[in-house]
């Protein structure tokens, strides 16, 4: 089925493990983005890209790297998890302003 | 910048009840605009959109106006369900530039039968 596929949708980790949240898309799109939701906080985004090769920091980017090689994924790294980032994280993609985005289920990351 | 502002929640509503979210808005240029559903563990689907003043969204008996003049894309039901129970987030997007999504904080509504 077409849309955005986030793996995995749970994780633990322990302060100071590095990890990646991979996120894939078949449906050709140009942007995508990452976010993280947090109580009380809603939606904020982490990082995001207009196109294959070219990322950029959104609202809270601190402690989170992207790349984006090809038009279908855009993975994003924990370099080394802090209990700060325990939250549930989305990924998201849209050919343009007129359509809106299509998020993924979540990956609910819990850090200890 | 832009931003979305809604009315704060949670709201509780009896079942066949007329429901209203307000959403206003700021925007340096010419948004698109949308309301998101988030139903309880899960991710969030989109439910309407508008891309141009006057335009009016609506799906699953939802609707919500483009307004220009107030800056306002106010969520209405006109008889809402047990199952429309969620969080609802009204959101924009700025045509031009990096199309990134901006929302608001989200309003919990819960329905009572």
């Known amino acids: 089925n077409a849309g955005v596929t986030q793996t995995p949708k749970f994780q633990v980790l322990k302060t100071g493990q590095s990890m990646t949240l991979q996120c894939a898309q078949d449906?050709?799109?140009?942007?995508m983005s990452w976010y993280r939701q947090d109580p009380g906080m809603g939606l904020r985004l982490i990082h995001y890209?207009?196109?294959?090769?070219?990322?950029d920091q959104g609202e809270v980017p601190n402690g989170y790297n992207v790349s984006r090689s090809t038009t279908e994924d855009f993975p994003l790294r924990l370099l080394s998890a802090a209990p700060s980032q325990t939250s549930v994280y989305f990924c998201?993609?849209?050919?343009?302003?007129?359509?809106?985005?299509?998020f993924g289920s979540g990956t609910r990351l819990t850090v200890v | 910048g832009n931003s979305v502002t809604q009315m704060e929640g949670p709201v509780t509503l009896s079942e066949e009840a007329f429901l209203t979210i307000n959403c206003t808005y700021t925007?340096?240029?010419?948004?698109?605009l949308f309301w998101y559903v988030q139903y309880p563990g899960e991710g969030l689907q989109l439910l309407l959109k508008a891309t141009k003043a006057d335009d009016k969204g609506s799906n699953k008996g939802f609707e919500a106006t483009y307004r220009k003049e107030t800056t306002s894309f106010h969520l209405e039901k006109g008889s809402v369900q047990v199952s429309d129970s969620a969080v609802y987030f009204c959101a924009l997007i700025i045509i031009q530039g990096a199309q990134k999504l901006v929302f608001g904080q989200g309003t919990r509504l819960t329905i009572n039968p």
């Open positions: 449906m050709n799109h140009e942007y």
């Open positions: 890209s207009v196109g294959a090769g070219i990322t």
């Open positions: 998201a993609s849209t050919w343009g302003a007129s359509y809106g985005y299509t």
């Open positions: 925007a340096t240029g010419y948004p698109s």
